[in-house]
């Protein structure tokens, strides 16, 4: 029997390398930076860099004055100067003469000739626009060349690289590309993972056999959403197909679906003890491995390179409990799918005191569904993989490991936050 870390590593090395990667031989996509910043970030994973980008002008642009204030000659420090003309953001102004102070605004150019800032807050008026009526200013005797200058290429150098091949394109590194004035980027495909859902019995949420659903004759296909959206959640392309306990029929489903589309196949159901285990018996003789893990729930794991479509792909294979399903996920596929589009690998995770006390098989590593109150974990529902709603209900997994048959309040256990 494997240990969670185990299966983990396995899984990890079947799927990493089939995934898309900067520098792999998949083409990348072009995409603009604008419609990246409005579809990235947590919840639909971030973008990976294809390629390295190179800044086509320096960040800054153009020598900038950090405040508000009046743009100088150092050299007139320490002397009262006329005002000129202000210079708002987003002009080109004259050259600055000397003995002269020209208002200026945070982000506006600087003038020719100026090199060095000083706050309006320091001048008599004391703020904008007031001090735009005064005819002289007096210049700080201690002002310096460079006092409050944003000088051009102060944060990247024209050419050099904004962001490189393999980084999340996260909202920092598109406001730096934006900053840069660069419009589109090759990105890494997204990876794609069909789901297949097993089980003569299922049936799609809404299907006009829904009357079948609450005769007590079929149930709904909650594996396939549940897992298509777990998939969303960290940026993959999902499609799903749901096949009979039929070798036959699943084998030609399964050709029909991946065909050239699909990275990964993950399915749930069918690799149990069962009479009609349908994953076992249409793929074991291709290459797929059962195993059992030291887990509770989704003790029964499958995996294994299946050759489908006329191609070797990667085939996860999770138990059809639907609790099992989505710890399966957590446990074993979501850190490597979350690694690839530059998600953290990790869910947030806390050790925190038991509020009740619980039960584990000892020799299990038991995943159990939990709320965090007043900075205590409450267990939701009972272990049973079949408890979905419980699943719903829950904020946390927490981890009550090998070895430990029972748990007292107070006792230390690890969660990992699922919100």
Do not use: C
Request: aromatic share 4%; charged share 15%; proline share 10%.
């Amino acid at each position: 029997m494997r240990t969670i870390g185990q299966h983990r590593d396995a899984v990890q090395a079947l799927v990493g390398p089939a995934l898309p990667t900067a520098g792999s031989s998949l083409p990348p996509e072009s995409s603009s930076v604008v419609a990246l910043a409005v579809g990235s970030g947590a919840g639909h994973g971030y973008r990976v860099l294809a390629t390295t980008v190179l800044a086509p002008t320096p960040l800054p642009a153009f020598d900038n004055s950090q405040m508000d204030g009046f743009a100088v000659r150092a050299a007139d420090a320490g002397t009262t100067v006329r005002v000129g003309a202000p210079i708002p953001a987003g002009v080109v102004p004259p050259l600055l003469g000397a003995g002269t102070a020209a208002p200026i605004m945070t982000g506006a150019r600087m003038p020719f000739g100026a090199d060095a800032v000083f706050p309006v807050e320091s001048t008599p008026a004391g703020s904008f626009p007031a001090a735009l009526q005064s005819e002289d200013v007096p210049v700080p005797a201690d002002l310096a060349s460079g006092t409050f200058v944003r000088v051009a290429g102060s944060d990247l150098a024209a050419g050099a690289p904004v962001a490189r091949a393999g980084q999340p394109l996260t909202p920092a590194v598109l406001g730096a590309l934006a900053g840069a004035g660069v419009t589109t980027v090759d990105v890494v495909r997204r990876p794609r993972v069909l789901v297949v859902s097993t089980g003569s019995e299922l049936l799609d949420p809404g299907s006009t056999a829904d009357t079948d659903l609450r005769a007590g004759a079929a149930i709904g296909d909650a594996n396939g959403v549940a897992l298509s959206a777990a998939l969303a959640e960290v940026g993959v392309d999902t499609r799903r197909v749901r096949v009979p306990d039929d070798p036959d029929r699943f084998l030609g489903a399964l050709d029909d679906a991946v065909g050239d589309w699909a990275d990964v196949v993950l399915t749930t159901g069918g690799i149990s003890a069962g009479a009609y285990e349908v994953v076992r018996q249409a793929l074991e003789p291709r290459g797929l491995v059962v195993t059992p893990v030291a887990m509770q729930p989704g003790g029964p794991q499958a995996l294994g390179s299946v050759p489908v479509a006329g191609r070797s792909v990667p085939v996860v294979a999770f138990p059809g409990n639907p609790v099992s399903a989505l710890v399966s996920f957590e446990v074993f596929l979501r850190p490597v799918l979350a690694r690839a589009v530059g998600l953290p690998e990790h869910r947030p995770t806390a050790e925190l005191p038991a509020a009740e006390p619980t039960t584990s098989p000892a020799g299990k590593h038991q995943v159990r569904r939990g709320t965090v109150v007043d900075g205590r974990v409450h267990f939701v529902g009972g272990p049973s993989s079949h408890l979905l709603w419980h699943y719903a209900e829950a904020t946390h997994l927490v981890h009550v490991p090998v070895g430990v048959a029972s748990v007292e309040p107070g006792d230390s256990l690890t969660v990992w936050s699922i919100r």
